[in-house]
T-cell receptor, first 113, second 112 residues
Framework: AQSVTQLGSHVSVSEGALVLLRCNYS??????LFWYVQYPNQGLQLLLK??????LVKGINGFEAEFKKSETSFHLTKPSAHMSDAAEYFC???????????FGKGTTLSVSS | DAGITQSPRYKITETGRQVTLMCHQT?????MFWYRQDLGHGLRLIYY???????DKGEVPDGYVVSRSKTENFPLTLESATRSQTSVYFC???????????FGPGTRLTVL
């Protein structure tokens, strides 16, 4: 069975600092990996996804993530945090032939000035 | 409007009542999904549908019923609501495979 673990339910950074949100997965099949962002009282919006090919994936709003098979990780980073990045972030996994996503429990990112 | 919509956005009901949450998408996506979001649990899949008249259970299907008579609609019914079903419900759709899932704005349901 597939699962996703997001380390740290809450991450706080200063504006301009590096953002690092951690995600580890377990999967018995080649995984497809996703990061979604949720702003207050809104639905989820895709930040980026890894399916095949290049393991460093660039997404919207300056975020990127690297698929590391040996570490079963897909950590999300952004070089310089902005106040508007404050939101909840979800890592998710699916497998080939599987339609539904398995989500992690989420990480709330706070950005202080 | 194009996209995926949910109604109502907010609903308060009482234990034992039947409640139906509506989901409508305009992309003609083949796949549709229902998730519930609870603090500390992230999003958990309730049911999904691969096409009209094809539905399948997810991780937490008990107490819920779905139908899909038309490609664009995927209603979720709580036949006899319980307090444990108080949650935020999200509908999503995609074209299948690794296609991005697009999420609706959510329905916040409170069961008293």
């Amino acid at each position: 069975a597939q699962s996703v673990t997001q380390l740290g339910s809450h991450v706080s950074v200063s504006e301009g600092a590096l953002v690092l949100l951690r995600c580890n997965y377990s999967s018995s099949v080649p995984p497809y990996l996703f990061w979604y962002v949720q702003y207050p009282n809104q639905g989820l919006q895709l930040l980026l996804k890894y399916t095949t090919g290049a393991t460093l994936v660039k997404g919207i709003n300056g975020f990127e993530a690297e698929f590391k098979k040996s570490e079963t990780s897909f950590h999300l980073t952004k070089p310089s945090a902005h106040m508007s990045d404050a939101a909840e972030y979800f890592c998710a996994v699916s497998g080939e032939g599987e339609a539904a996503l398995i989500f992690g429990k989420g990480t709330t990112l706070s950005v202080s000035s | 409007d194009a996209g995926i919509t949910q109604s109502p956005r907010y609903k308060i009901t009482e234990t034992g009542r039947q409640v139906t949450l509506m989901c409508h998408q305009t992309w003609s996506h083949s796949y549709m999904f229902w998730y519930r979001q609870d603090l500390g649990h992230g999003l958990r899949l309730i049911y999904y549908s691969a096409a009209a008249d094809i539905t399948d259970k997810g991780e937490v299907p008990d107490g819920y019923v779905v139908s899909r008579s038309k490609t664009e609609n995927f209603p979720l019914t709580l036949e006899s609501a319980t307090r444990s079903q108080t949650s935020v419900y999200f509908c999503a759709s995609n074209g299948g495979g690794t296609d991005t899932q697009y999420f609706g704005p959510g329905t916040r349901l409170t069961v008293l």
